[in-house]
């Protein structure tokens, strides 16, 4: 990544326009926050349904002053703590974040990515900068520059950074007064967040009957040809079927293709591998359908499999 490119792309968003640029979890389609036009322009070329808020990236704390309403002493903690980082802290907003970035939701989600490539370029175009992942609403997240190419060919502008790190997006969670809730799995565990906050807290994970948002959907994430989650040995698959595993040896059948996210159930491989295979396979003409291996759900685990039964949701028999 040469100096220029992230001129030319600061440039852009000081414009109004839309770059996509690499995290350490996802691509994001990037837009000056405070511009609700370029703001609204992330919606219409993603798709995505104008309820369903975006997440704000910082470069410093003294930002996430600027758009939070007296951030409490829980929420500095936590950014001090995990950020940069995978996090994303759902807190109350300040007048200075247009509505159209939190769907008219009196709060707002922050994170400080744990990229270079995204911090220089907050940095320059000196703003903090709204991003959802850049892939069409409700499908895979891209975990590469191509994966956005795909999705989003006419995104102004991509900063190509390889392939993300973590892989799935970040955890998110907010803090009410002493009350901090799980609204969605990702590589920082509420576990993780409990350590960091001794005591006073109370920890919920999300209740369907409350989702507030619809990153939380049943279905999100899917690639466009039907995902089955396969944990049975010695069953013929269709023809033409490609099949993902982390680990399984004796899952091996008949299929047509077979991509390891990992050799080992590594979660950590695991996560930074999912979302790439299931683009491979989606990208692969002569594969019609596919067959993943669910993982533990422990951990990492919990992030992975919360991405999987969403990818593969819609394409259930009961579904
Ligand atoms: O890792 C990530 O978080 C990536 C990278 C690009 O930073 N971003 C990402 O954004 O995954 P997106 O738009 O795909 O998911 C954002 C989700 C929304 O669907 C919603 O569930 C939640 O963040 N969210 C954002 N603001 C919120 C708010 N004020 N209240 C509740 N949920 C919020
Ligand atoms: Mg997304």
Known sequence: MNIQQLKEAARIINEGGLVSFPTETVYGLGANTLNSVAVAKIFALKERPSFDPLIVHIASLDDLKMLTENPSDAAMQLAKKFWPGPLTLVLPKSKLVPDIVTSGLPTVGIRMPDHQIALKLIRMAKCPIAAPSANKFGHLSPVSAEHVRKQLPD??????????TVGIESTIISVEGNVCTLLRPGKISLNDIEKAL?????FNTTKPEKLVAPGLLKSHYSPNKPLYIYNQTNVRLPDASGL???????LLTNSHKIIYTSKTHNQLEIAANLFSALHTMEDD?????????PVTESGLGVAIMDRIKKAAYKYQPTA
């Open 155 to 164: 995104v102004d502008y991509i900063l190509d950074g390889g392939m993300t």
């Open 198 to 202: 001794p005591g006073r807290f109370v």
């Open 285 to 293: 003409a002569t594969v019609k359908q596919i067959f993943i291996e």
């Open 244 to 250: 993902i595993l982390h680990g399984q040896k004796d």
